[in-house]
């Protein structure tokens, strides 16, 4: 395997499931994100980590929970979801520290619908 | 409040004519853009990206002009292939070691044979 992977790539479940998006990446970047992008509106920075800590949550509900067990590992765990959190969920990795302009590096994403 | 915005949802050009594709930003305080495409059922890739100290990058057939007193930013194909056609996003990185990106709602283009 290469680059960023995601799986699984389609999602369906139901407002009281509990599920979880699995992002791994091969590229020995120190830094995870999680976007959601939904229909006609930008990419949108969810959660941010840093050498396995969180950096950044943007304001993102509970029903989201990022887990990070390494570098290479992160999940973002679901449950008591809502119809509107239907998206494509991208993972993301970059070096930090290296380039200045951080280039991110995105998995194929994660097309998730609630039901 | 969008702080990197792209205005035009779609673009059609024709095999062999130049794209260009356009971004807007309000906040000064981005030192980096960048530009990425995004294929159905894809990631997004990055494609090519420029410092907020220059005002023109070139690889191949992209290039991107930023212009800082207008706070505007537009990539360039040229010749423009078919399979050019994807969705372009624009993005701009916040001074300051952050390590968040701001993306655009990006522009669909279509690059007709």
């Known amino acids: 395997e290469t680059g960023v992977t995601q799986t699984p790539r389609h999602l369906v479940m139901g407002m009281t499931n509990k599920k979880s998006l699995k992002c791994e990446q091969h590229l020995g970047h120190n830094a995870m994100y999680w976007y959601k992008q939904s229909a006609k509106k930008p990419l949108e920075l969810m959660f941010v980590?840093?050498?396995?800590?969180?950096?950044e949550n943007n304001s993102v509900p509970s029903r989201f929970s990022p887990e990070c067990p390494n570098s290479s590992h992160l999940f973002l765990h679901l449950h008591t979801l809502q119809p509107e959190d239907s998206a494509l969920y991208l993972c993301a990795s970059s070096l930090v520290g290296v380039s200045s302009y951080n280039e991110q590096f995105f998995g194929p994403g994660t097309r998730l619908t609630v039901l | 409040d969008q702080q990197v915005k792209q205005n035009s949802p779609s673009l059609s050009v024709q095999e062999g004519r130049i794209s260009i594709l356009n971004c807007d930003y309000t906040?000064?305080?981005?030192?980096?853009f960048l530009w990425y495409k995004k294929y159905p059922a894809e990631g997004p890739t990055f494609l090519i990206s420029?410092?907020?100290?220059?005002d023109k990058n070139e690889d191949g057939r992209f290039t991107v002009f930023l212009n800082k007193s207008a706070k505007h930013l537009s990539l360039h194909i040229v010749p423009s292939q078919p399979g050019d056609s994807a969705v372009y996003f624009c993005?701009?990185?916040?001074?300051?070691?952050?390590?968040?990106?701001?993306f655009g709602k990006g522009t669909k283009l279509t690059v007709n044979p």
């Open positions: 906040n000064s305080m981005f030192d980096y």
């Open positions: 980590y840093n050498f396995k800590e969180q950096t």
């Open positions: 420029i410092s907020s100290i220059k």
């Open positions: 993005a701009a990185h916040p001074q300051g070691g952050s390590e968040k990106l701001v």
